[in-house]
């Protein structure tokens, strides 16, 4: 059972704060919660934390013959997992509304918006591709399980290594990464998306990175999806709030400096990550 909405208390005290100028969590309008990313044993294991909200990433790879239309592509595909573990919200067999989004904007910012280079995945044209299968559990959702995703999504792609591969004439060997060191996969861009929640009273400040109860009674959001040079790629907005374009211009201003600030942590932490692991090659 779906819990009850936000009581009257909660919502005039939620809207009374935000007039002040104010956060329940003490950050400010365009404040986003600490980001902590944990890498597990394995390349392409990645954890996410955006504040409490929490979510798990992994790619494996695994050789297949690619689809007579594209014989030059390997293949990428997502999969989602939002169980009643990560809230209450959320039943099992009964997608929300929520959870149809947070699928479909994995899709446009990961295999849509071509992160990946897919004509790098080939081994042997129209017989051997990579098929890359990105696996994102949501644990626990405190809120703006969205943006969480698709960076647990971006990082564990870029964490991930590829086997080598060895191609002569007719044959492939697959050289196990003990014998050969694994390759790193071919990204066009790091794709980083924002979500700014906007309220039905136009005297609200729009705030960034909105916590459970600010995302329950929001009157729309928006979400953007960019990289650290300014290259615009996804935007989606949900609810019935309209907009004026100088209002989206000043979040999208806004989301190219979290953009990049993000783009220096997420590298920090790949390259203190990789230093700090043993990859012996016999």
């Given amino acids: 059972m779906r819990p009850p909405s936000p009581s009257i208390p909660e919502k ?8 002040q100028g104010l956060r329940l969590d003490g950050r400010e309008f365009f404040e986003t919660r600490p980001v902590t990313l944990t890498f597990g044993p ?9 504040g409490q909200t929490r979510v798990l990433a992994q790619v494996d790879a695994k050789m297949i013959k690619p689809p007579p239309e594209r014989p030059f592509e390997g293949v990428i595909s997502i999969h ?14 009964r997608p929300s509304e929520e959870e149809v989004t947070i699928t479909r904007m994995l899709d446009k910012v990961i295999r849509r918006s071509d992160v990946v280079d897919k004509e790098s995945l080939c081994i042997l044209a129209g017989q051997r591709v990579w098929h890359l299968r990105l696996n994102v559990h949501c644990l626990s ?33 697959v050289h196990h990464p003990t014998s050969r060191a694994p390759i790193p996969l071919s990204l066009h861009h790091n794709l980083y998306c924002f979500t700014f929640a906007f309220f039905s009273d136009t005297s ?4 960034l990175d909105p916590n459970h109860l600010e995302q329950r009674l929001n009157g729309g959001l ?41 783009d220096v942590i ?15 090659v016999r």
């Avoid at 989602?80 to 067999?93: H, N, V």
Wanted: charged fraction near 25%.
């Fill in 42 to 50: 394995e390349l392409g294991w990645v954890e996410c934390f955006l």
């Fill in 204 to 207: 609200i400040h729009p705030v």
């Fill in 80 to 93: 989602s997992e939002i169980s009643p573990m990560a809230s209450s919200e959320f039943e099992l067999g």
């Fill in 222 to 262: 928006i979400s953007i999806a960019l990289n650290a040079h300014r290259e615009l790629c996804v935007v989606q907005k949900s609810g019935g709030v309209p907009l004026e374009p100088a209002d989206v211009l000043r979040i999208v201003n806004v989301a190219v400096q979290k953009a990049k600030d993000l």
């Fill in 141 to 173: 959702d405190s809120g703006n399980l969205l943006d969480c995703a698709c960076l647990a999504g971006i990082v564990a792609l870029k964490h991930f290594r590829r086997p080598d591969v060895e191609v002569i004439g007719e044959e492939v060997t």
């Fill in 12 to 19: 005039e005290f939620l809207f009374s704060a935000l007039k």
């Fill in 266 to 280: 997420v590298e920090s932490r790949l390259r203190e990550d990789w230093e700090g692991r043993k990859v012996e």
